[in-house]
């Protein structure tokens, strides 16, 4: 069967499609992927004629998935499967009469097995974790197959499905790797929670998994052979989950591998030793996730389960080792005020955060979060209501709103400038300054990235003009101001175009630009 994995291009290289496609093709199956927007998607489509055209979903970007799939299945004839977290935890979608399934849950069984069933011609309407719904009223959800005990034995993600659709993943000499699937922890802004008991009900001896110390040694040099490498991002929701992993991970990641890496943190699990063993191996950059100053917020609402001593000792760490430090923080929690915000600010800065990252929280689909914004009768009227993209505004009734929204976008200013914070309060209930605040923010959330970039650049040696902070700033923002104001201007010409083809819903057209 040969399928295609449709995607729009993200700004970090995906996994899930790269897993789905290693398991398809050492079945004997084929599969490519187009990442859009792509001039000749649609010749692409006709030229390969796919059997079963795959889509992964999340909360946000599931509505326009929804459409284009819509609008391919006018032309072509496909059967269509869509997976990921937003359908897991909200399969109604199957009731559009064209999406023919879902895939709830761990995608790499149920999609060989259905594609085994499609190519013989069986019934395929059994398969575990698949849900459908013939009658457009009632959804059936199989039963699910257990979660994938032994990762290694998924083998190495087949890279070459996404990189021959988007070279510009397969040029960039930062790859993104994963050692691990689960988390232990129950914070209720996340999807762990939820998709560990709700959907799976299962422990954490079950739920919580990680690759051994060969399989990701093995993996990266691997990659290094096959593509250009010279930094490893660990996408890994906690990198320190396992002291005696991260120990023997540390002392052969530099003999055996020796390339610079970041990673992410759990302050309540981190000890000294941890930031030593990775400064030692090479880490460069680490993240911890602070979410709310306020002991209430972040135990009670997010379940957090993090002092904030162990928020301070983890931070010390990290600069006492020379490592850059990046926090994440999410601003306009339930209950909270504009006032508990500014202290997340303060602990930013308290904490010296190099990098400081910030969301507005966002309640969505069935998790904890969720069931308490309903509860406080502040939810999401619409799981179709959540914004594309969560570092803008709130999508929940919170008091102080528009203060919230507009410190989001003094954020990472205030935290490495704190001395503007007076000039900052006597913005924060001005709604009209909503638009100029985030064009500040966009532009500082550059100059941070700039930073970065001169980090990298410095751990892999790269020099050169290119490599100079005002240079790449400058080249950074003349380059996103040019796109973003050619794709308003194609936006309006492919959306002409589509009404003269009768192509229907302006919102297709909008996203596939
Ligand atoms: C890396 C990451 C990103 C990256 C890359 C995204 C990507 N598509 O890979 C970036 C930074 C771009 C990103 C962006 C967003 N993300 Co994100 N992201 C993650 C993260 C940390 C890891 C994803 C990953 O690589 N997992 C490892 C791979 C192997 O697993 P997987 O992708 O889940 O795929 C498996 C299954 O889900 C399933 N599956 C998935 N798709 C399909 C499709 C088919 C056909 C089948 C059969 C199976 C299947 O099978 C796969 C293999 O078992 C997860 C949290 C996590 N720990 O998983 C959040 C997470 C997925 N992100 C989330 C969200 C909300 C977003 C955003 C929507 C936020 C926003 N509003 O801006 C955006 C949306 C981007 C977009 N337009 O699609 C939520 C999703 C929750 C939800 N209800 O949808 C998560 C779960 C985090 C959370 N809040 O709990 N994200
Ligand atoms: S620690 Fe991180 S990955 Fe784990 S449940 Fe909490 S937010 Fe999710």
Redesign the pocket.
């Known amino acids: 069967m040969k399928v295609l994995h449709i995607?729009?291009t993200?700004?970090?290289e995906?996994?899930?499609?790269m897993?789905?496609s290693r398991a398809v093709k050492d079945a004997g199956h084929d599969m490519q992927a187009l990442c859009l927007p792509d001039p000749k998607w649609l010749s692409k489509i006709k030229s390969y004629a796919p059997d079963v055209i795959?889509?992964?979903?999340?909360?946000?970007?599931h509505q326009p998935i929804y459409d284009l799939n819509r609008l391919l299945k006018r032309k072509f004839d496909f059967f269509s499967?869509?997976?990921?977290?937003?359908v897991?935890?909200v399969p109604d979608a199957v009731k559009d009469p064209d999406i023919d399934a879902l895939?709830i849950?761990?995608?790499?069984g149920?999609?060989v097995e259905l594609l085994d069933r499609l190519a013989a011609g069986e019934e395929w309407r059994d398969v575990r974790n698949v849900a459908f719904c013939d009658d457009g009223e009632e959804v059936v959800k199989n039963p699910l197959r257990p979660l994938v005990s032994d990762l290694d034995a998924l083998g190495f993600p087949d890279r070459d499905v996404i990189y021959d659709a988007q070279s510009l993943y397969r040029n960039s000499p930062r790859k993104v790797v994963?050692t691990q699937?689960g988390c232990p922890m129950l914070c209720s802004?996340?999807?762990?929670h939820a998709w560990k008991n709700k959907i799976y009900g299962a422990r954490n001896n079950k739920y919580v998994r990680k690759n051994s110390v060969d399989y990701v040694i093995a993996q990266v040099q691997e990659m290094r052979k096959r593509y250009p490498l010279d930094f490893v991002h660990f996408?890994d929701?906690i990198f320190n989950l396992k002291s005696d992993w991260l120990a023997e991970f540390c002392e052969r990641w530099p003999r055996e591998v020796g390339l610079p890496f970041d990673v992410i943190l759990m302050a309540n699990m981190t000890k000294e030793e941890h930031i030593a063993q990775l400064s030692e191996a090479g880490c460069i950059y680490a993240r911890i996730a602070f979410e709310a100053a306020n002991d209430y917020i972040r135990n009670t609402v997010y379940r957090k389960n993090t002092e904030r001593s162990q928020l301070v000792d983890a931070s010390n760490w990290i600069k006492k080792y020379g490592i850059r430090l990046g926090s994440l923080n999410m601003l306009g929690a339930p209950g909270g005020t504009v006032q508990d915000d500014i202290a997340t600010v303060e602990l930013n800065v308290q904490c010296k955060v190099d990098h400081p990252l910030c969301s507005i929280v966002?309640p969505?689909?069935e998790f904890e979060l969720n069931d308490i914004t309903r509860e406080m009768g502040i939810a999401v009227a619409e799981y179709d209501d959540?914004?594309?993209?969560?570092n803008r505004e709130s999508s929940i009734e919170v008091k102080d709103k528009v203060a919230i929204e507009n410190l989001h976008k003094w954020f990472p200013i205030l935290v490495r400038h704190p001395g503007l914070l007076p000039v900052a309060k006597r913005t924060l209930d001005k709604r009209f300054l909503r638009s100029p605040l985030l064009w500040m923010y966009m532009l500082y959330s550059e100059w941070l990235v700039t930073e970065q970039n001169t980090l990298y650049n410095r751990a892999q040696g790269n020099r050169g003009l290119g490599t100079w902070p005002a240079i790449d700033f400058s080249r950074r923002v003349v380059t996103k101001g040019s796109v973003r104001v050619l794709s308003l201007l194609g936006a309006k010409v492919v959306n002409k175009m589509a009404t003269r083809l009768q192509m229907g819903d302006e919102r297709v057209t909008a996203h596939v630009d």
């Open positions: 995607t729009r993200l700004p970090q995906m996994l899930g499609p897993y789905l795959t889509w992964s979903t999340m909360t946000g970007n499967l869509i997976g990921g977290p937003h897991t935890f895939c849950g761990e995608g790499e149920m999609l994963v699937r802004f996340c999807f762990h996408l929701d966002q969505y689909p959540f914004p594309s993209q969560f």
